[in-house]
């Protein structure tokens, strides 16, 4: 296997990993753990308005959905950063571990680097919708810039 094909497939798992990350934590912890008026209250209860919890829930849902088949990988993943960025922040005084009561920040740190990696790498293999890439969006700098 060449270089390229094992970073192609290491962008693909990346990328299915984070999508089953996403619908894990929407679906099965927002929705039917936790229930969306519960986290709703979680949300009120760190100063955040309550609403913002079903915005979140359904743009983690979503972005599961379009992680796991590939659809527009590389800005779903950078779209979700300042979720987990927010989840980053709402967990940081709870210390570092995860494993800390109420959960602490390494976690959501480390899938804040995650989207932001994916992001770097578009979409990997078998995606139905590629990405267009990062020079096609912010144009080819020349060789002299």
Known sequence: MTQSNLTETA?????????IMFLAHSLLLKL??????????????IGLPGWLAYIVFAAEALAG?????????????????????GATWAHFGNGWMFG???GGWEYPAYLTVLAIV????????????????????????????
């Open 65 to 85: 959905v379009l992680l796991l088949l590939g659809i527009q990988a590389r800005w779903v993943a950078l779209a979700t950063v300042p979720i987990l960025a």
């Open 100 to 102: 800390y009561p109420n």
């Open 118 to 145: 994916q992001g770097m790498l578009g979409d990997g293999r078998f995606a139905m919708s590629p990405s267009l890439p990062l020079q096609a969006v912010f144009g080819q700098r020349s060789a002299s810039s």
């Open 32 to 45: 039917f753990v936790f229930g969306l008026p519960g986290t709703a209250q979680f949300f009120v209860s």
């Open 11 to 19: 962008t693909f798992l990346l990328r299915v990993t984070l999508g």
